[in-house]
């Protein structure tokens, strides 16, 4: 395992909605080595725990790397204050990225809500050969459509209300996808409902899916223990960690 | 340089700062960023006789100027530990205390048995643990049950015993001249403080547990106070710990008694701080023209 400790420069901040930022950061130790998928954990002044964020997109040629997070508490919001110029104390890359496959084969990416931004590194993999799903509550939240869009990938925006894209959940889309061309895999990262909807449908077309998780987190390298996700192997149950077994895992192996 | 070197109940610590049971694994995920050899030593996961999947998540909340966990003890078993982790952590020049835990005196005393000539330096036996039913804080809560664990685990080991006791209690001295007076070697202390948070929008308290240990710079004058309790008590070594965040903490819980030190949920914000406690509390000897950092030790002049 590799990673970097280190208070690295905000180039870039920008408000996509009431509660979600874009952050760049430079720093190009992690940007060499990060991969789709992994987190960075975040030190907030005043807070005694960091804050997990997944990477949304790295830029290894400027050593940039891009997080886009939501508002929850009072720690996100603390640090959605800070601006260009300051320095963001970041602990990264960290965690179990997905897999990118070959050029070539299809993959669907599924975001729902604060889960897209993990999946334009995975868009940008595949390019033409992605469709991207993103569901959110309501069109003024949608997030990343057109980032998405210039990676070459297909794109469908499913909101709850019908105010933007086309009404209803990621699943509905998912199921006309799955009936018009099997990808060779699903990435997914959203709600656990959502999530399980997911791999149910996948597991149907005999698909394999990767799927992020979520958990409250202390140390982020796999030391505490606190984040703990139950999955299967061989048979067998056991207690994996979102931060050092995940976030990304097996479908299959994940108890939901 | 002053001299950072501490005898520790006959262990030789080469600084006296050891990171806290339950937040650095067995060191392999800090490896990334320092060699484990600037810790004067690790004290590794609380190891069962038989593998623990602990309690389900969550198991951390974030509290003022702390964090409550609810782990409960999860860790893959004294076997595991002795032939998947001593191996390495026998080749980091560092001192190896084996944390201990049990659900009876009979598991404990098996887990102490089986760390006889593994290698590790000392036994860190846990009666103090808020997150398990069986055993743990039920352990280390009356003078009688620390007693009969701590003999038992006596005659279980020939290598240095450290008790690691609960704040939970009325009077933390008592337990520790009970543990004192069965043969432990030495005390540490604190474990975590009990606690308790709610989401007031669910009203479901965060821990899945419902409630946890509460550690971090929040508990520090609960511990700099139950140490120097403890040290005025005991005639055996007390090794502090409580939200040491901050060299200056190290030097403030030295002063209360503590011969030795640990860092704990400190390191997950900054995973330095064992190392940096360790460097500032160095340069402030110098700074004070003291020679050896074991004089400081209960140094504290109260009123």
Known sequence: ?256 | MADMKVNFAGVEFKNPVVAASGTYGYGREYEALYPLSKLGGISVKGTTLHKRDGNPAPRVAETPSGMLNSVGLQNGGVDKFINCEIPNLLTKNIAIIANIAGATVEECAEVAAKLNGTGVHMIELNISCPNVKQGGAAFGTSCENASAVTRAVRNATDLPLMVKLSPNVTDIASIAKAVEAEGADAVSLINTLLGMRIDINSRRPILKNNVGGLSGAAVFPIAVRMVWQVANAVKIPVMGMGGITTWEDGIEMMLAGASAIQVGAAIFKNPFAPVEIADGMNEWLDKNGIKCVSEIVGRVKPW
């Open chain 1, 1 to 256: 395992m590799n990673y970097f400790q280190g208070k690295y420069k905000i180039v870039k901040k920008l408000k996509l909605n009431d509660t979600v930022y874009d952050f760049t950061l430079s720093c190009k130790e992690i940007t060499d080595i990060a991969l789709a998928g992994q987190f960075v954990h975040i030190a907030v002044d005043g807070f005694s725990l960091r804050r997990p964020i997944s990477i949304c997109e790295i830029n290894r040629e400027k050593g940039w790397l891009r997080i886009v997070f939501e508002v929850r508490g009072k720690g996100t919001e603390a640090l959605s204050k800070l601006c260009e110029g300051d320095l963001m104390d970041v602990i990264g890359p960290l965690g179990k990225g997905f897999d990118l496959l070959k050029p070539g084969k299809k993959c669907i990416a599924i975001g729902g809500g604060i889960g897209t931004p993990p999946m334009l590194e995975v868009a940008k993999h595949y390019g033409a050969n992605c469709t991207v799903i993103s569901g959110f509550r309501t069109g003024s939240i949608a997030i990343l459509q057109e980032d998405f869009a210039d990676t070459g990938a297909k794109t469908i925006l499913c909101t709850d209300d019908g105010s933007a894209g086309r009404k209803g959940f990621v699943t509905e889309a998912l199921e006309e996808c799955l009936n018009s061309e099997k990808p060779d895999i699903i990435c997914a990262c959203g709600p656990m409902p959502m999530l399980k909807a997911i791999v149910e449908l996948a597991k149907n077309a005999g698909i394999r899916t990767q799927v992020s998780l979520e958990q409250r987190m202390a140390c982020g390298v796999g030391a505490c223990l606190v984040c703990a996700c139950r999955c299967v192997k061989d048979g067998e149950e056991f207690m994996a960690h979102v931060c050092k077994d995940g976030p990304v895992f097996e479908a299959e192996e994940v108890v939901f």
